[in-house]
């Protein structure tokens, strides 16, 4: 009974409860500190690189960058892109933006890749339109290529 009752004594007295409450708030604040700092080295990390911009000192520089980035996100999966047209500004794109449409045959499988692989990243690009159409004999085979015919467009700033 005799380290019980020095044990109790110990542990009422108000220095050992403030010197407990100071260890427990500087361990909470080192926690809160080291998750925002993980959380911002996550951020920092987790953006693409890169400028959202279309890059090219002319439009038509710049519709050729973008021309050259679908066609190489195509080719990279495998599909092939029978023709493109370059859609500079004008009456029918919107104020700052260049558009490509491009027709290109690919898998199934590289479909959804590739329309993640035009969105994802940098410069920002967007899917504007698309029209799929399937060989006659896909729905009883699930074979063969798909035609794709997609509008893509961009955002230009124009010279500097």
């Known amino acids: 009974m005799n380290r019980t009752?020095?044990?109790?004594?110990?542990?009422?007295?108000?220095?050992?409860?403030?010197?407990s409450y100071l260890c427990v708030m500087i361990l909470l604040l080192f926690?809160?500190?080291?998750?925002?700092?993980?959380?911002?080295?996550?951020?920092?990390?987790?953006?693409?690189?890169g400028s959202p911009f279309l890059e090219g000192a002319t439009v038509t520089i710049a519709g050729a960058a973008l021309l050259q980035?679908?066609?190489?996100?195509?080719?990279?999966?495998?599909?092939?892109?029978l023709s493109s047209q370059i859609d500079l500004p004008g009456?029918?794109?919107r104020a700052g933006f260049l558009s490509i449409i491009a027709?290109?045959?690919?898998?199934?499988?590289?479909?959804q890749r590739l329309l993640?692989?035009?969105?994802?990243?940098?410069?920002?690009?967007?899917?504007?339109?698309l029209s799929v159409q399937a060989p006659a004999n896909f729905v009883s085979s699930g074979e063969g290529?798909?035609?794709?015919l997609l509008s893509v467009s961009g955002q230009w700033r124009g010279t500097k």
């Open 31 to 49: 926690v809160i500190g080291s998750s925002f700092t993980d959380v911002l080295n996550r951020r920092g990390d987790g953006g693409p690189a």
């Open 103 to 111: 027709s290109c045959d690919i898998d199934q499988g590289g479909l």
């Open 5 to 19: 009752a020095t044990l109790r004594r110990f542990l009422s007295k108000p220095g050992f409860a403030a010197a």
């Open 69 to 81: 980035r679908v066609t190489a996100a195509v080719t990279k999966l495998g599909g092939n892109v």
């Open 116 to 129: 993640y692989d035009i969105e994802a990243g940098q410069p920002f690009l967007f899917v504007d339109q």
């Open 145 to 148: 290529r798909l035609r794709v």
């Open 91 to 93: 009456t029918q794109s």
